[in-house]
């Protein structure tokens, strides 16, 4: 274990020296720590690149969207793959994805990155950078999957925050907010989240693209987890007076998950 920690540790150092900035960032069980000062020290408007996995600090984020600063993981490449090669059962699974101007762009990469591996998208747009309202495309893909017409939904927006709030105002969406993967994995496997909203501002494309496929891969782990996304369904229910149907958690695992 202690010669994996240096490892660890002389590739984090490759890595910063690599990008032109000091290694400040310290370890939290073996994965790289990115704080505010880090974040401080990249340009404005441009990217920092982190370790995949590197855990980032509540301050480190905010600092990163007050700067515009994109916090770019390392991660291996992920291989094209062609839809003949993805199973049957994977382009069966409708997408519903939106984005307001700040989103688009990213928005249309994930389209192409999806339809790419054979799943079927529903593009709710917008589609140009003219000004729009991030609820009006939040609603309307949370109201997607709430009804049944869509698998999972898929929102971008500036922070990722604001569609966050607005899909979980419609009822059975559990919608999340991720910034790396690890977060993406969490609101799948513990909270069996339905609808993904992302930071075009606060994240790359790559690590958005990898955000997507860890998302949709996940399955939900049920047991402990099942009970707790039944409590949050149920104080949906009584808060809207008993009148919302509670969505069925995902299969068991290893039967939702897909090539992405």
């Known amino acids: 274990m202690a010669d994996e920690e240096r490892v660890r540790a002389l590739v984090r150092q490759i890595v910063y020296r690599a990008i032109g900035r000091p290694l400040t960032a310290g370890t939290v069980g073996g994965r790289a720590l990115v704080t505010g000062q880090d974040v401080e020290a990249a340009p404005l408007g441009g990217e920092l690149v982190i370790p995949a996995g590197a855990l980032v600090t509540p301050l480190a984020r905010q600092a990163a969207m007050e700067r515009r600063v994109s916090l770019v993981e390392r991660t291996p490449a992920v291989p094209p793959v062609r839809p003949q090669s993805v199973p049957e059962e994977t382009r069966d699974r409708t997408v519903a994805v939106g984005a307001d101007h700040g989103g688009f762009e990213l928005k249309d990469a994930i389209t192409e990155h999806l ?143 897909h090539a992405v």
Do not use: F
């Open 115 to 257: 339809r790419a591996r054979g799943y079927a998208v529903t593009d709710l747009g917008t589609n140009s950078s003219a000004p729009v309202d991030y609820p009006d495309l939040a609603e309307a893909v949370a109201r997607r999957v709430a009804g049944g017409d869509a698998w999972r939904g898929i929102v971008v927006d500036g922070a990722g925050v604001g569609s966050c709030m607005v899909a979980n105002k419609v009822p059975g969406v559990r919608a999340a907010a991720c910034y790396d993967q690890a977060t993406a994995i969490n609101s799948r496997a513990h909270n069996d989240a339905n609808v993904l909203t992302l930071g075009s501002a606060i994240i790359s494309r790559d690590t958005a693209l990898a955000i997507v496929g860890v998302w949709l891969e996940t399955p939900a782990e049920g047991g402990r987890h099942a009970r707790r996304v039944g409590k949050i369904m149920d104080i949906e229910r009584r808060s809207s007076g008993g009148t919302t149907k509670a969505p069925a958690m995902a299969r068991a695992p290893g039967t939702m998950r």
